[in-house]
């Protein structure tokens, strides 16, 4: 089933539903929880089965904040967290963890924040978070694991072996954000891995676990009392606080690359060219954030989108891939992609550059304020599995109800910004 068909049948589902059914679900609800070891959680009821989901961030710790002489540590501290615990080897750790029911942990550490999130069997928790807990307070690993650990980082993208798209986001990303971190390598960089210490590591847990950095999720059919009862096995023994590095929070002063096209050599291109058109937007509220959602879905869907329809009637040849927003502490990124026949790259370009020009004065509010009823009903539809819980916060907590005509327009005025927009291309070998 393609992705028109599948919103076709969503919006169906969500017209129906209220009819057949009674009331329409609430919008997920986020519980803010007190804990009596001072720790913010939040609760998000779910009465599926007898799995609970743990979501463990310290904000800021991601390695998009690493220090520059140190840029990829939180990459490395994620691989030795919970390799080992206590006096276990890493297969006896391994072992253990199945033992007690826990499915992870898994640490996400190449964003804004440090994420650790695991699952747990509510019948065998207290057992399980026991074991856990020491991670969070003191990694354990020698010298020999560290030097293991750092063998695999940083992970450098090869010219040949990656495919287009990651190529293509990556110098991205450069050009948006060059000489911050936002714009470096995700996993670090050579020099600073190389540098790093076993009291590096130490440092960087003592600096950034606190209980004043740390925000937990937890998510199943748990009572507020289960989740104080269990942040206080898990974090009673965090510091209050924490220090922090520094921070480049001043994103404004470093501007993006004045190289508006770059293009990127790469063999087997043959006769397609890969293109990655890229805006960075500063300083969106929340509001604006959601009005994006609401831009990108109405004008860059692959099916139905109007950019993608207009490429049709245009007879422009191509592969549309999909568009994606980063929404990131300091600054958004909004990109798309799409694969051209490379006799109609200049067509493409004309076209790419009328509609950049365009779009902020003609647009179809009509059909924004659909997309906005979209966003609107799916985040009240409720969820059923763990497995959509990022995703169903993500849009949960943004205000797509509070968008007006207003905030479209001034959020389009900064979408399509020329002086933030970026392009590169991707072609075949020495091809100018």
Not at 71 to 91: D, M, N, Q, T
Not at 107 to 118: A, C, K, L, Q, R
Not at 168 to 188: A, D, R, S
Request: glycine residues 6%; charged residues 25%.
């Amino acid at each position: 089933m393609n992705r028109k068909a599948i919103i076709f049948l969503l919006l169906i589902i969500l017209v129906l539903t209220p009819v057949f059914f009674g009331k329409k679900k609430t919008s997920i609800k986020i519980t803010e929880v007190s804990t009596s070891c001072g720790v913010k959680a939040k609760q998000i009821k779910l009465k599926s089965n007898n799995v609970a989901n743990i979501k463990c961030r310290f904000k800021n710790a991601g390695v998009l904040h690493n220090s520059l002489d140190k840029h990829g540590i939180s990459a490395i501290v994620g691989e030795l967290l919970c390799r080992k615990v206590g006096r276990l080897s890493p297969e006896e750790t391994k072992e253990e963890l199945m033992k007690l029911g826990i499915d992870g942990p898994d640490t996400y550490t190449t964003g804004d924040h440090f994420i650790i999130s695991f699952r747990v069997l509510k019948s065998r928790a207290p057992e399980a978070l026991h074991f856990l807990a020491p991670v969070f307070i003191q990694p354990e690993f020698t010298k020999s694991d560290l030097e293991f650990i750092k063998e695999k980082y940083p992970i450098m993208s090869d010219q040949e072996t990656t495919p287009p798209r990651g190529l293509l986001l990556e110098k991205l990303l450069n050009l948006l954000y060059p000489n911050h971190n936002y714009g470096m390598n995700i996993t670090g960089t050579a020099q600073a891995i190389l540098s790093i210490t076993e009291s590096d590591v130490r440092d960087f847990v003592r600096k950034h676990f606190g209980k004043d950095n740390l925000e937990v999720f937890f998510t199943g059919d748990l009572s507020l009392s289960e989740v104080d009862a269990w942040s206080k096995i898990l974090f009673a023994q965090l510091p209050k606080s924490c220090g922090k590095e520094s921070l480049q929070d001043d994103i404004a002063k470093f501007h993006p690359s004045k190289e508006r096209d770059f293009t990127i050599q790469k063999l087997n291109m043959k006769d397609i060219v890969g293109v990655i058109c890229g805006v960075r937007l500063d300083g969106l509220t929340a509001r604006e954030l959601a009005a994006v959602y609401i831009l990108a879905e109405t004008l860059f869907n692959t099916e139905i989108g109007d950019f993608n329809e207009e490429l049709r009637v245009q007879k422009i040849t191509h592969s549309i891939n999909d568009y994606e927003i980063l929404p990131r502490q300091l600054s958004t990124v909004f990109y798309f992609w799409v694969n051209l026949w490379k006799n109609d790259l200049a067509k493409f370009q004309k076209y790419l550059n009328e509609k950049i020009s365009q779009y902020p004065s003609r647009l179809n509010l009509k059909k924004l304020m659909r997309t906005r009823q979209f966003f609107i009903e799916s985040t009240r539809c409720g969820f059923a599995e763990i497995e959509n819980l990022d995703k169903k916060i993500k849009f949960g907590e943004l205000p797509f109800e509070e968008v007006d005509g207003d905030t479209i327009a001034a959020t389009a005025k900064k979408l399509f910004d020329p002086s933030m927009i970026q392009i590169v291309y991707i072609r075949e070998g020495n091809e100018k």
